[in-house]
């Protein structure tokens, strides 16, 4: 009797457990990033989404998370700096793309910091292995006039280069190429602002993407000039047999996603798409502004919402939500984002720590074994510029350089917010997954001194050596 009970509890489990639904995923509300949105790029890979979007600066930084929730309050990682004059600035449109093992980050820069100049170019950066936060190194440049907002695909089995050219007409291009990184062809411009919704404010067709299913290939762009409301999307989907003529593509004659009056959303565009972690949904990403009379520049925030597909085959885009309104996040994520990070070194693998959890302004910061205690935990919150503050989450106070100086073996201390260069600090990647932290107002790293191992060995800064001492891992907590 007593085994015929356990079966029948066994069975009982059993179909208990066919009757359970995956947890669902964690909410969100947009913007999923509020600062430096324009542009936005979103990447899913192994269990983590990474974003990516205009800097405005000779900096690319990326944004990972194994949430889309998680993206808001995710450090900003800088994986390239500008490296020569020819490209040194005024990056914009930067696209992450997984090709033949390697990511390749395609992206604008040009010779000066001001915001609209004609030297900018196309440029690609190739990954040194499968981690879409680098490290990175430059192949090449794509092309030799003006050109923005590259993007690449796979059409039968061909890589294309698709971006945006012209003088005082924006035009959608393409190129076909023989690798990541070398062009096969010159341009041809496969699409012209024709329709009175694409020329509001500017001729401008620009910011395509490629967007695939079921056979059919599609290449959604934006239209009318970016600083305007009325900048929004179209769609292009390929009907002939050569993507690089512009009779291969058949326009659709209004737009597929516009500004949302009622819902206070502006000159939505830009757009990326990606889908959800376990592969059902999918999700577009893109710029827009709050209100009617903001601009092109560095108040566009970044915002995502699922799509669906109409009978005939073609996306629906629907309709821009609201800032602020609760969405359920992709299908087949975790349950709940992380908010706040460890920071372990990588030589001795503990943990940055406030001495005590003490709340004085000038406490020490070590490092000690782990714990999972709140004095080891920090928020790293992005200020805008590059840098973040890094606040424990046990005091409510900022890592500080004592005294803001500059010297080698300064003491890396807690202090109240000032909010000066000497609290701001740039996360630079490194490899394997670690980056130095770097103080803004000294350009000094994070340093364990004289590599301890030991609990309560103090951290300090000190000029950068590309040692183990002074690398580190931002764990999500």
């Given at each position: 009797?007593?085994?015929?009970?356990?079966?029948?509890?066994?069975?009982?489990v059993?179909?208990?457990?066919?009757?359970?639904?995956?947890?669902?995923?964690?909410?969100?509300?947009?913007?999923?990033?509020?600062?430096?949105?324009?542009?936005?790029?979103?990447?899913?890979?192994?269990?983590?989404?990474?974003?990516?979007?205009?800097?405005?600066?000779?900096r690319?930084?990326?944004?990972?998370?194994?949430?889309?929730?998680?993206?808001?309050?995710?450090?900003?990682?800088?994986?390239?700096?500008?490296?020569?004059?020819?490209?040194?600035?005024?990056?914009?449109?930067?696209?992450?793309?997984?090709?033949?093992?390697?990511?390749?980050?395609y992206?604008?820069?040009?010779?000066?910091?001001?915001?609209?100049?004609?030297?900018?170019?196309?440029?690609?950066?190739?990954?040194?292995?499968?981690?879409?936060?680098g490290?990175?190194?430059?192949?090449?440049?794509?092309?030799?006039?003006?050109?923005?907002?590259?993007?690449?695909?796979?059409?039968?089995?061909?890589?294309?280069l698709?971006g945006?050219?012209?003088?005082?007409?924006?035009?959608?291009?393409?190129?076909?190429?023989?690798?990541?990184?070398?062009?096969?062809?010159?341009?041809?411009?496969?699409?012209?602002?024709?329709?009175?919704?694409?020329?509001?404010?500017?001729?401008?067709?620009?910011?395509?993407?490629?967007?695939?299913?079921?056979?059919?290939?599609?290449?959604?762009?934006?239209?009318?000039?970016?600083?305007?409301?009325?900048?929004?999307?179209?769609?292009?989907?390929?009907?002939?047999?050569?993507?690089?003529?512009?009779?291969?593509w058949?326009?659709?004659?209004?737009?597929?996603?516009?500004?949302?009056?009622?819902?206070?959303?502006?000159?939505?565009?830009?757009?990326?798409f990606?889908?959800?972690?376990?592969?059902?949904?999918?999700?577009?990403?893109?710029?827009?502004?709050?209100?009617?009379?903001?601009?092109?520049?560095?108040?566009?925030?970044?915002?995502?919402?699922?799509?669906?597909?109409?009978?005939?085959?073609?996306?629906?885009?629907?309709?821009?939500?609201?800032?602020?309104?609760?969405?359920?996040?992709?299908?087949?994520?975790?349950?709940?984002?992380?908010?706040?990070?460890?920071?372990?070194?990588?030589?001795?693998?503990?943990?940055?720590?406030?001495?005590?959890?003490?709340?004085?302004?000038?406490?020490?910061?070590?490092?000690?074994?782990?714990?999972?205690?709140?004095?080891?935990?920090?928020?790293?919150?992005?200020?805008?510029?590059?840098?973040?503050?890094l606040?424990?989450?046990?005091?409510g106070?900022?890592?500080?350089?004592?005294?803001?100086?500059?010297?080698?073996?300064?003491?890396?201390?807690?202090?109240?917010?000032?909010?000066?260069?000497?609290?701001r600090?740039?996360?630079?990647?490194?490899?394997?997954?670690?980056v130095?932290?770097?103080?803004?107002?000294?350009?000094?790293?994070?340093?364990?001194?004289?590599?301890?191992?030991?609990?309560?060995?103090?951290?300090?800064?000190?000029?950068?050596?590309?040692?183990?001492?002074?690398?580190?891992r931002?764990?999500?907590?």
């Amino acid at each position: 009797m007593a085994r015929r009970i356990l079966t029948l509890l066994a069975v009982l489990v059993f179909v208990l457990a066919l009757g359970q639904t995956p947890a669902s995923a964690a909410s969100f509300s947009n913007p999923v990033k509020s600062v430096k949105g324009a542009d936005p790029w979103i990447s899913y890979h192994n269990g983590n989404y990474y974003l990516v979007t205009t800097s405005w600066t000779d900096r690319i930084t990326i944004r990972k998370s194994t949430t889309l929730a998680g993206l808001a309050t995710a450090p900003s990682v800088q994986v390239w700096q500008g490296d020569a004059a020819s490209r040194c600035c005024n990056i914009w449109a930067p696209e992450l793309h997984y090709l033949n093992g390697r990511w390749y980050l395609y992206y604008v820069a040009g010779q000066n910091v001001s915001d609209y100049i004609p030297t900018q170019r196309t440029h690609v950066l190739e990954s040194a292995g499968s981690d879409p936060m680098g490290p990175y190194t430059y192949r090449n440049q794509l092309n030799s006039a003006w050109m923005l907002d590259p993007t690449v695909g796979t059409i039968n089995g061909q890589l294309y280069l698709f971006g945006s050219a012209g003088g005082g007409t924006q035009n959608l291009v393409a190129a076909r190429m023989s690798n990541p990184y070398t062009l096969a062809t010159g341009f041809s411009t496969i699409s012209t602002p024709t329709y009175d919704w694409e020329r509001s404010g500017g001729t401008v067709n620009e910011g395509p993407e490629l967007l695939q299913r079921g056979g059919q290939t599609y290449l959604i762009y934006s239209a009318s000039g970016c600083w305007t409301p009325d900048y929004k999307l179209g769609q292009l989907r390929l009907t002939g047999s050569d993507p690089l003529s512009a009779s291969s593509w058949t326009k659709k004659s209004t737009p597929v996603f516009q500004r949302n009056d009622s819902a206070g959303v502006y000159g939505p565009g830009h757009n990326g798409f990606f889908t959800s972690p376990d592969g059902t949904e999918s999700w577009i990403v893109y710029h827009a502004n709050d209100s009617a009379s903001e601009g092109c520049d560095n108040g566009r925030t970044t915002r995502a919402q699922k799509f669906t597909w109409n009978s005939d085959g073609s996306p629906n885009l629907g309709t821009p939500v609201a800032l602020g309104s609760s969405l359920a996040g992709p299908s087949g994520e975790p349950s709940s984002a992380s908010t706040t990070y460890t920071l372990t070194n990588r030589n001795s693998g503990k943990c940055l720590d406030v001495a005590g959890g003490s709340t004085a302004d000038g406490a020490n910061v070590q490092q000690w074994t782990c714990s999972g205690a709140t004095n080891q935990r920090w928020r790293l919150e992005d200020l805008g510029d590059d840098t973040h503050r890094l606040v424990s989450v046990a005091t409510g106070k900022v890592l500080d350089t004592a005294d803001c100086s500059s010297a080698d073996g300064t003491d890396l201390r807690q202090w109240s917010w000032l909010n000066n260069t000497c609290q701001r600090f740039r996360f630079v990647t490194t490899t394997d997954g670690y980056v130095r932290i770097v103080n803004q107002a000294t350009g000094k790293v994070a340093d364990v001194a004289n590599c301890g191992t030991a609990d309560g060995t103090d951290v300090r800064q000190w000029t950068w050596l590309n040692n183990n001492c002074q690398q580190w891992r931002l764990n999500p907590t």
